[in-house]
């Protein structure tokens, strides 16, 4: 502790350049130089500075007011990281909150808050995890006991207090996450930010928009060039129809077949000329069908394999497909035979996926992987409410692109399922539509603006390897309005079908 911290705060206070004097004071957060502009963005928002309770309190011109206490002897605490000691030898918490507020809301909190225990989170990887950080006022940022980051001090998650999911990691220190999250708030201009190292950014320009002649209520690729499987709506009828995209200024329905349902809300599976359709969700009544697409041009539908409905859960490979009943009941059948097989999981099956080689199950919290003798190889944490999977089975890899979640990406060539980490993609939003093409994916987010209002839609590639995949963002300039059903990638063109209209790009470095 330094005995002298108070003749320093009166410097401050008594500074005829405020925003110069508590930069050096606050460089001490810094220890990532491409974060200095950043940190003296912020301190050109400070409009004052006093000495009040202790504390030495910078009032911003947003009337947030951050309020840093008087430091704490490093011999007083030995467990937590280096970097984590350094920062509460100067202040052993920094609080921001709204000024006009009598009893402050702490919207952030650095340092030894002491209201986190590893009890929230169902997670044996995170056991005896310490919190050095409160942020929107009841969540957390923890170290992981084991995994380093690029300064090998303890990697960062940040951990929701509502679910106690553990999500995105964040690459650098406590200190300069706190500054980040402080200059989010403040709504610091985006050039202010450094670039990251990871993320290879390109923008899209739109070339054109082209409108339906219907009106898209789901739309999944087929495995082949200018076809796409769709529910359509048109003249106040509803379908299933074979769209015939080869011209974008004329797409064509040259299939179409009518089919069971009780409403809207549907969800589709591809996988070679068969179509499962079922609920989008809980709650329907919508029964599991299944389409013969072998004829594009004269879609059938097979059967109903459940009239009642099922839970919002079915995936199908080929010939075969996998459900859960209401009754919770796992069932394997074989389209061309009937032949159905029950199967038991360890979870309560929120997701499906299948294919010749393994079956996987999953739930808000936990993965797991079967071979097709419904044994058990592979299990581990998830953190996704509503997950949408992907398999790279060849890779051993499962994507989840859940809505309005985080990507994770799981590898299961091990008992224990890994994570792969993607430090670039931190604060993107999975959308619904994806477009597999080889051993890539490209999938839909959104992200927040720095005011957090604002909604960014992003286009983002991800190049799957078995170790490290690699992630690549493109930005629209468009906001979509969470109205996208479908992305085709040809050639060097992408289309985005939104369900009245088509948007086409091409890239631009």
């Known amino acids: 502790m330094d005995p002298d911290y108070l003749e320093i705060w009166k410097q401050i206070t008594n500074a005829t350049d405020l925003s110069k004097v508590l930069v050096q004071h606050f460089s001490y957060l810094v220890d990532n130089p491409e974060y200095d502009r950043l940190l ?3 301190m050109q928002k400070a409009s004052s500075c006093r000495i009040e309770k202790n504390s030495l309190q910078i009032l911003f011109s947003n009337d947030l007011l951050l309020s840093a206490s008087a430091p704490f002897s490093i011999k007083e605490s030995t467990t937590w990281p280096e970097s984590f000691k350094k920062l509460i030898s100067v202040h052993e918490l920094l609080e921001v909150g709204d000024a006009n507020e009598s009893h402050m809301a702490r919207d952030l909190v650095l340092g ?4 986190f225990s590893d009890e929230y989170i169902d997670d044996e990887e995170f056991e005896e ?32 207090h509502e679910s106690g999911n553990v999500k995105e990691s964040f690459p650098h220190n406590v200190g300069i996450l706190f500054l980040k999250r402080l200059a989010d708030q403040l709504n610091i201009d985006e050039s202010f930010y450094p670039r990251s190292k990871d993320e290879d950014t390109i923008y899209f320009e739109l070339q054109k928009e ?12 087929i495995d082949k060039y200018y076809r796409i499987a769709a529910v359509l709506s048109q003249n106040n009828e509803r379908f299933f129809g074979i769209l015939d995209t080869s011209n974008p200024n004329e797409i064509k329905i040259i299939g179409k077949t009518d089919f069971p349902s009780s409403g809207d809300q549907l969800n589709m599976k591809v996988s070679g000329s068969k179509v499962i359709l079922f609920n989008d969700r809980t709650g329907l009544f919508n029964p599991l069908v299944w389409i013969d697409i072998s004829d594009l041009t004269s879609p059938k539908v097979g059967g109903v394999i459940d009239e009642k409905g099922i839970e919002a859960v079915a995936a199908i490979y080929q010939n075969r497909v996998v459900y859960k009943t209401k009754t919770d009941q796992l069932i394997e059948q074989n389209l061309l035979t009937g032949e159905k097989k029950t199967f038991q999981s360890l979870i309560r099956v929120r997701e499906l996926m299948i294919d010749e080689s393994v079956i996987v199950v999953q739930n808000p919290n936990e993965v797991q992987v079967l071979d097709r003798q419904y044994n ?25 692109v859940p809505l309005a979640d985080p990507l994770e990406v799981f590898s299961f060539s091990a008992p224990k399922i890994q994570k792969q980490k993607f430090p670039s993609l931190e604060g993107h939003f999975c959308r619904l539509p994806y477009f597999v093409s080889g051993n890539s994916i490209w999938f839909l987010t959104t992200t927040h603006a720095r005011d957090g209002e604002e909604i960014r839609y992003n286009l983002v590639r991800l190049d799957m390897d078995s170790k490290e995949s690699k992630a690549t963002n493109h930005i629209l300039k468009e906001n979509l309005n969470y109205d996208e059903c479908a992305i085709e990638i040809l050639s060097d063109e992408i289309r985005i079908y939104l369900r009245e209209k088509i948007l086409i790009y091409r890239l631009e470095k």
């Open 40 to 42: 003296g963005a912020v």
């Open 112 to 115: 030894d808050h002491g209201s």
């Open 129 to 160: 995890a310490e919190s050095p950080m409160i942020d929107d006022q009841s969540d957390w940022w923890i170290y992981h006991p084991e995994e380093k980051n690029e300064q090998n001090e303890p990697m960062l998650y940040y951990v929701s």
């Open 210 to 221: 082209i409108p339906l002649p219907f009106y898209i209520l789901r739309a999944e690729n």
């Open 376 to 400: 058990l190889i592979s299990q581990g944490k998830a953190g996704s409410p509503f997950p949408q999977n992907v398999l790279f089975s060849e890779l051993k890899l499962i994507v989840s």
